[in-house]
């Protein structure tokens, strides 16, 4: 991974994050991203309890990162408001939260609602996105890499796409709920 190209959200598993005070290993890292494309946190997997919210900075060393904070400054997901948490987009194109434990079901559910691995649409044209880069500080999102069909790829970055309208329903509005769209046999 080399800095000046930027960190891709499929490159985010089974990454090494040295602390100030120890080192983890995250089985899977997921930038929360806002309107601005700027990253507020990032939540961990670190393979034992529930999902944990890491404040950054970051800067990439070689296969790890590192950041000046202490394991101590990570903080449990219900830490973020729900009317916060729905205000924010993230790529998990496993679904991860879907198999989260010892988290309050209204803060999995906020999570999964935010999730903008479905297609969606765009122009007219239906796209399904395949990568997200962020910059080497995981302090922003790059741009969009998506695809049209099975060869026509699209690159998105700022300004070009609304990140909140890629999103699933916001919690408690079942009402809108993008539908999935039907495949021609």
Do not use: C
Not at 8 to 14: A, C, K
Not at 86 to 107: C, M, Q
Request: proline share 8%; glycine share 4%; charged share 30%.
């Amino acid at each position: 991974m080399l800095p000046d190209q930027g960190v891709r959200q499929r490159g985010l598993v089974d990454r090494r994050i040295v602390f100030a005070d120890a080192e983890r290993t995250a089985d899977y890292m997921f930038p929360f991203i806002d309107r601005r494309w700027r990253v507020p946190f990032i939540v961990l997997d670190l393979s034992m309890g529930p999902p944990w919210i890491l404040d950054g900075p970051f800067r990439v060393d070689q296969f790890r990162f590192r950041t000046p904070l202490r394991t101590s400054d990570l903080r449990r997901i219900e830490s973020v408001p729900l009317d916060e948490l729905a205000k924010l987009v993230h790529y998990d194109p496993w679904w991860v939260f879907r198999r989260v434990s010892g988290v309050d079901r209204a803060w999995i559910e906020a999570v999964l609602a935010t999730n903008v691995a479905a297609s969606f649409q765009h122009a007219g044209m239906t796209y399904r996105i395949r990568d997200l880069v962020f910059s080497a500080e995981l302090d922003r999102l790059q741009e969009i890499d998506a695809k049209r069909g099975p060869f026509r790829a699209m690159t998105f970055r700022p300004g070009d796409i609304e990140l909140l309208s890629l999103r699933s329903s916001p919690p408690g509005r079942p009402d809108l709920v993008r539908t999935p769209l039907a495949k021609a046999l």
